[in-house]
Structures are given as structure tokens and as C-alpha cells.
């Protein structure tokens, strides 16, 4: 995109320690679980993956896709499925993957629908949280780093379709 300025907000190195840190969190809280890791396509694709290879428990892996943002830098607030998981979640515990927590609006959904199967438990690991931009209470139970209310990219982020192929986060400054 000619023009767009990008400016480093979190390093590669920091994510991948931030990763490692939350991966021994979870593989400590999921010792006696049964762990069933869903992702959410396709924003947090970069960061499961690195993730689930972190994490020293026994786990399963399915994806979820919903449709957020569209093309534009702005929530729709509409949530919708566009691809649900291949098998039941019923008495597993299930940790929801999502690459950042904005408005809320879509994991809230995605918790009441898992919540609905009879999981035996639900809890969400977020790589960013945007805190300011909430509309919906809700608090991640992992997260890996607070970000203030600015446009990121990024380690599977996009903007446009574009930029999920960055190893760091960045700032659209332009
Ligand atoms: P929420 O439903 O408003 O919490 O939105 C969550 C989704 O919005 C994320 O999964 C992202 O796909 C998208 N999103 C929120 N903030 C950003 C951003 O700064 N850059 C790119 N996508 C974002
Ligand atoms: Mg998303």
C-alpha cells in the first residue's frame, strides 16, 4: 500500500517471550484439563500456532471463523459464523485463541455459543486487548499485551486483507 506508514508497537522478540510466558501459565492451569484449543480464523493463525507449540500439556486444536471487520478500520458490530468447529466440545476445556479483544462483541459471542455445548469449562487467551474500546464488559483470562486505541497489524492482524505475514505488531501511523 503506497504511503502507509508503519511504525514497530511490539517487537518480535518481545512476542515471543510474552508466548512463551503465557504458554507456561496455560500448561500449568490445564495440567488435569482436557485441553481443546479453538482458533479464530484467520486473525489468530500466527499466534495459536506458536502458541500450542509452547504449551507442554496434551491438546486438541479446531478453528472458528466469524466475520469482524470486513475491509474497513471500523467494527461492524455484527458477528456472524462463517465456519464452525468439526467436533463437539461437550465436558472438554475449552480455550478460545483470538488475536486481539476490541469491542468484545465477537467474544462474547463466541464464550455464550461454546458456553451453550456443555463444555466443562470456557476461557479465552487473547494476544492484545484494547481495554478503551469495549462495549461489552468482558476480561480475557490470558492476555499478552494492552494496546492503546490505535489501528494494529501484524504477527496475523491485517488491515485491508493485508499484513498478517509481519513477525511484530505494528502502528498504521498514515
Ligand atoms: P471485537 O469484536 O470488537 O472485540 O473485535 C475483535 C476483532 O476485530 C479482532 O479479532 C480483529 O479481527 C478485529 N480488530 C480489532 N482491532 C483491530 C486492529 O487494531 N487491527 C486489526 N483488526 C482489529
Ligand atoms: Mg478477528
Redo the contacts with the bound molecule.
Keep these: 500500500m503506497i504511503g502507509l506508514q508503519v511504525r514497530v508497537l511490539i517487537s518480535e522478540e518481545e512476542i515471543k517471550k510474552r508466548v512463551s510466558e503465557l504458554a507456561v501459565q496455560i500448561s500449568r492451569d490445564y495440567a488435569e484439563k482436557d485441553l481443546f484449543v479453538v482458533g479464530?480464523l484467520k486473525?489468530?493463525v500466527v499466534f495459536v500456532s506458536d502458541l500450542i507449540r509452547e504449551i507442554a500439556v496434551p491438546l486438541e486444536m479446531d478453528f472458528m471463523a466469524?466475520s469482524?471487520?470486513g475491509a474497513s478500520?471500523q467494527?461492524s458490530g455484527v458477528?456472524k459464523m462463517l465456519k464452525d468447529l468439526d467436533t463437539p466440545v461437550e465436558g472438554r476445556d475449552v480455550l478460545i485463541v483470538?488475536?486481539?479483544?476490541?469491542?468484545?462483541?465477537?467474544?462474547s459471542y463466541l464464550t455464550e455459543l461454546l458456553r451453550s455445548r456443555k463444555p466443562n469449562s470456557v476461557q479465552t487467551a487473547v494476544l492484545l486487548d484494547?481495554p478503551d474500546?469495549r462495549?461489552i464488559e468482558y476480561v480475557p483470562d490470558y492476555v499478552g499485551f494492552t494496546v492503546p486505541d490505535?489501528?494494529?497489524?501484524g504477527y496475523g492482524?491485517?488491515?485491508n486483507h493485508k499484513f498478517r505475514e509481519l513477525p511484530y505488531i505494528g502502528v498504521v501511523t498514515s
Excluded: C, H
Excluded at 476490541?102 to 467474544?107: A, E, F, I, N
Excluded at 490505535?150 to 497489524?153: D, E, P
Design positions: 479464530i486473525g489468530a466469524i469482524s471487520y478500520t467494527s458477528v483470538e488475536d486481539i479483544i476490541d469491542t468484545g462483541l465477537t467474544l484494547k474500546r462495549k490505535k489501528f494494529v497489524i492482524i491485517d488491515y
